[in-house]
């Protein structure tokens, strides 16, 4: 059953569409912390969501170009966001760079991110493409023959859970 739950679980992930990314997990958005191993460890999809959470005032965050990024100033500075737990749209499928614009980002505050284009079709192959999570996705659906139906309404129903606020 646990097995089962697990598999409802990627699908809720699927249907529920959008994923929230929180910035450094637990960490939040702070300094001294390497957000590249943060964001190597994340797919990122257009229509998930990137969040920073952080003390307001302290901290902030600003999107920047790759120049901007690299070097922590304001260089295509194209959007900024202070409310201190700030969900951010990623519209597109590009490479995004946030960094803190109150002097922290020289002390690691800038995290680099790629969006990929929206997730496979059913008869897409995706799993190729998006490795584990695809993959996840590919292994239950060859892992609901008769109980596809019954799995199917436990997705939704997890799914509307998952997308309450
Ligand atoms: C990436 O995620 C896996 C699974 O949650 C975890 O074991 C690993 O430590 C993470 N790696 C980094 C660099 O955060
Ligand atoms: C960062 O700044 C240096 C000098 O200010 C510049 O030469 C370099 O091109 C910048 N980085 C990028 C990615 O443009
Ligand atoms: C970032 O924006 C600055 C200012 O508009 C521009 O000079 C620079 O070439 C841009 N860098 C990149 C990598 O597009
Ligand atoms: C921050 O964004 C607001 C609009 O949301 C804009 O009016 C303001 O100029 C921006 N500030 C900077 C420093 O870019
Ligand atoms: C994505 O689009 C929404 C709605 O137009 C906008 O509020 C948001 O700032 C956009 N995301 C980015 C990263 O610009
Ligand atoms: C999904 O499939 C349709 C038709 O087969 C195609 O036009 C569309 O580009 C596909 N979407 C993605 C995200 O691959």
Same mark, same amino acid.
């Given at each position: 059953m646990a097995c089962h739950l697990l598999l409802v679980a990627g699908f809720a992930v699927?249907?529920?569409?959008?994923?929230?990314?929180?910035?450094?997990?637990?960490?939040?958005? =702070? *300094?001294?912390?390497?957000?590249?191993?943060?964001?190597? =460890?994340q797919t990122f999809y257009v229509g998930d969501l990137i969040s920073f959470r952080y003390q307001k005032g302290t901290h902030n965050v600003f999107e920047v170009n790759q120049t901007g990024y690299d070097n922590c100033t304001m260089?295509?500075?194209?959007?900024?966001?202070?409310?201190?737990?700030?969900?951010?749209?990623?519209?597109?499928?590009?490479?995004?760079?946030?960094?803190?614009?109150?002097?922290?980002?020289? +002390?690691?505050?800038?995290? +680099?991110?790629?969006v990929h284009p929206l997730k496979h079709n059913a008869t897409g192959d995706g799993a190729k493409?998006?490795?584990?999570?695809?993959?996840?996705?590919?292994a239950a659906a060859a892992a609901m023959p008769g109980a596809a139906v019954w799995?199917?309404?436990?997705?939704? +129903?997890? +799914?509307?859970?998952?997308?309450? *606020?």
């Open positions: 699927s249907l529920a569409g959008a994923t929230d990314h929180i910035v450094g997990a637990n960490h939040g958005w =702070n *300094p001294n912390i390497d957000y590249s191993l943060w964001s190597g =460890n260089a295509g500075v194209a959007g900024n966001w202070t409310s201190g737990k700030d969900f951010i749209p990623l519209n597109d499928s590009r490479r995004y760079y946030f960094i803190c614009g109150n002097g922290f980002c020289q +002390a690691g505050m800038k995290v +680099a991110i790629t493409n998006h490795g584990g999570d695809g993959a996840a996705q590919e799995m199917a309404v436990l997705a939704v +129903a997890a +799914a509307a859970v998952a997308i309450l *606020p």
